[in-house]
């Protein structure tokens, strides 16, 4: 019989199997989602492993993985529904108070780790537990379409054997055929787990609110081709309860040397932010913006990276994303991913269930996407921050400003951490500003006049003083040694300076005229920092020997033509855009000349 159903069931399952979930620990958590959803106070993640023949040798392989809680469970028709794409219990968008809601979770999840899931829950008398399943060879081949109706069963013996604490209520989900595991083997799946999943629930395990135990062991099929759980001498037991890896680093971690296991590595960076954001209906809801920045003494280490605390940190880089408690992402597009330096600060954005449209959180609860859209634009001006294309971007704005700001104040911060204060009473004045100052005065005697020039008519000394010492503090530098650096920049009649700090753009540079002097500022965000200042810095560590260093900033110095070549290349659609291009590098060029010139002269 020809099926007409809109989406044929054997056809729509083959289709969830590839619904993106990142590795089995994502898939893994969707379940763990439910039971805490449910009440659990413990939730218990067993692995059972054999051996297998594996191209003609046997190897140790997962056979099943169950999670097992101790939450409220299911009555037969929750059950049902349970195990139905997009159904639910929580489906209402006026009961948004947990995790749950998409009502995809335990079916999308299982199916896409492996052919079979099986269902086994009570609320009271375990020997009667509702059960029910999933099979993809039934639904594919057509002998279902339809979830099983529930039936009383007992709870298999070979899990009640590993668990450690059984309620009177909870729930069962035991994944067999497991097809597209991430990992093939226990040890495999509990490694790459652990850090992940005890940084999704790190509030609930540190709150004591639930406790999360992975547990690994060892079955084989008797006679009857019965499975049984069995000691195997071989075989590397495994039982660990998570603990929360908190990438604020608030959270002491417990396998850090001491004193770190048991005292942050980080401090609060401000208060927390509390921005009003509102939803799809105009109604406000509240978003926090925590920051943290590593403690003065934890940079204080000659190569803190090295550490066993700065290896930690290095796995937990990025903005964390927290729905609801639980962790969704962790987004690095606002790292800059070239500097070591960004594993020292983190950051967390929490939201609540009902901005769920705002934020764009995806129905495997992996991604919020809008957010992620809005994070990484590349385009925050505009006075009335009407910079993005699509409306639903705005609700956004206040949050992408307030991580802008913020990242920008901590990562001075940082830099001043390490840079210290000068030991000698003198200022050493860079050659590039003496001789810079050369050229816009000789250019100044020629008869060229400038913005700059005029304001350095318009000021006094200690005008000059105030403001250079001004700008020098905001971009890091000491407040000692700005006033010193001020000072020698009137005193010497100095026209230029050259400083670094992070700017919020994607230029390699600004330009800013304070009381006469040519204030350029280096964007250490920018790529272009690290491969030409960073790389011929002598004070800094370098692991190139100097031929090596001199040939990689020769490459990245014709890099940067190309990239202006580039960009005229794509501009010849718009002639208008072409020729102002043409004429910025024609009389950038002139300039240059003007300027090394006095290179020459010395």
Known sequence: MTDFAIIPAHLAVKAMRDNGYKNMAYALAELIDNSIQAGATQVEVLLAERYELVTEREKRRIYQIAVIDNGSGMNAEVLRMALQFGNGTRLDANKRDGMGRFGMGLPSASVSQCRRVEVWSWQGDITKAHYTYLDLDDI???????????????????????????????????????????????????????????????????????????????????????????????????????????????????????????????????????????????????????????????????????????????????ISIVRAGRELDMDEGQVIQHDPVERWWGMEIQFPPALDEVFGVTNNKQAAVILREVL?????????????????????????????????????TLAQQTKGHRTSDTVVTPASTQFATTAINTRVNDGSESASDKTLRTTNDAQRVEQNVDVLVRSGTPQPD????????????????????????????????????????????????????????????????????????????????FSWARMEDESRYDARLEDQLRRTREAWGTMARDFLATLKER
């Open 482 to 561: 700005a006033v010193q650096i001020a000072h020698e920049i009137v005193r010497q009649g100095l026209r230029a300076h050259i400083t670094s700090d992070f700017l919020d753009s994607s230029a390699l540079f600004s330009v800013r005229d304070v009381g006469g002097v040519l204030h350029v500022t280096l964007n250490r965000n920018h790529p272009a920092y690290d491969v030409l200042f960073v790389m011929l810095d002598e004070s800094r560590a370098n692991p190139y020997p100097e031929v090596e260093r001199l040939r990689r900033t020769k490459i990245a110095l014709e890099m940067l033509f």
């Open 376 to 412: 990484n634009h590349k385009d925050v001006s505009g006075k009335d921050g009407s910079v993005f294309e699509s409306e639903e971007h705005e609700h956004l704005l206040p949050v992408l400003k307030a991580v802008r700001n913020t990242l920008s104040k901590v990562r001075r």
């Open 140 to 318: 594919e081949h057509r002998r279902t379409s339809e979830v099983p109706i529930p039936k009383h069963s007992s709870v298999p013996t070979m899990w009640l054997k590993r668990t450690e604490q059984v309620g009177n209520s909870g729930t069962l989900v035991v994944w067999s055929n497991i097809d597209r595991a991430t990992w093939k083997t226990s040890g495999s799946i509990i490694k790459n787990s652990e850090l992940l999943v005890g940084r999704m629930y790190r509030h609930f395990i540190a709150d004591k609110t639930v406790k999360i135990r992975m547990a690994s062991f060892h079955v084989e099929a008797d006679t009857r081709g019965r499975v049984n759980d069995v000691y195997h001498k071989d075989f590397q037991y495994i039982n660990t309860f998570i603990h929360p890896n908190d990438p604020l680093h608030l959270i002491p971690y417990h396998t850090l040397p001491a004193p770190w296991n048991r005292e942050p590595l980080f401090k609060e960076f401000g208060e927390p932010l509390v921005i009003a954001v509102e939803d799809m209906h105009g109604a406000e809801h509240q978003v926090w913006v925590r920051t943290t920045i590593a403690r003065d003494e934890i940079r204080a280490d000659a190569l803190p990276g090295a550490t066993e605390y700065g290896k930690h940190v290095a796995k937990n880089v990025g």
